[in-house]
Nanobody, 120 residues
Framework: QVQLVESGGGLVQTGGSLRLSCATS????????VGWFRQAPGQEREFLAA?????????YVEDSVKGRFSISRDKSWNTVFLQMNSLKPEDTAVYYC????????????WGQGTQVTVSS
């Protein structure tokens, strides 16, 4: 069973930073790619970044947030982080982590989301 629990959201001023956490299990990180998404009110869900399964942990960050956001995994393989710097009001959204099985193109497991609000 794949469980994903996000935390770390909150209210931050423009220019501030937040680190979101996605708590999962080593088994999940060995079998699934884990990605971060966000969805603002009235907008479609937006892909932000992903980290590959297994030891290599290759990562990818979408161009729209590259240079401000980064994705990483802790050494115990229990948590995936999304570090967000230089936050802007347009980054306000609910942020989700999700898991994608190996060899597929769809994220099949989702966390409950964590709210990020950036004040101007």
């Amino acid at each position: 069973q794949v469980q994903l629990v996000e935390s770390g959201g909150g209210l931050v001023q423009t220019g501030g930073s937040l680190r979101l956490s996605c708590a999962t299990s080593a088994r999940t990180l060995s079998l699934y790619t884990v990605g971060w998404f966000r969805q603002a009110p009235g907008q479609e869900r937006e892909f932000l970044a992903a980290i590959a399964r297994g030891g290599a942990a290759a990562s990818y960050v979408e161009d729209s947030v590259k240079g401000r956001f980064s994705i990483s995994r802790d050494k115990s393989w229990n948590t995936v982080f999304l570090q967000m710097n230089s936050l802007k009001p347009e980054d306000t959204a609910v942020y989700y982590c999700a898991a994608k099985p190996a060899g597929t193109t769809s994220y099949t497991h989702w966390g409950q989301g964590t709210q990020v609000t950036v004040s101007s």
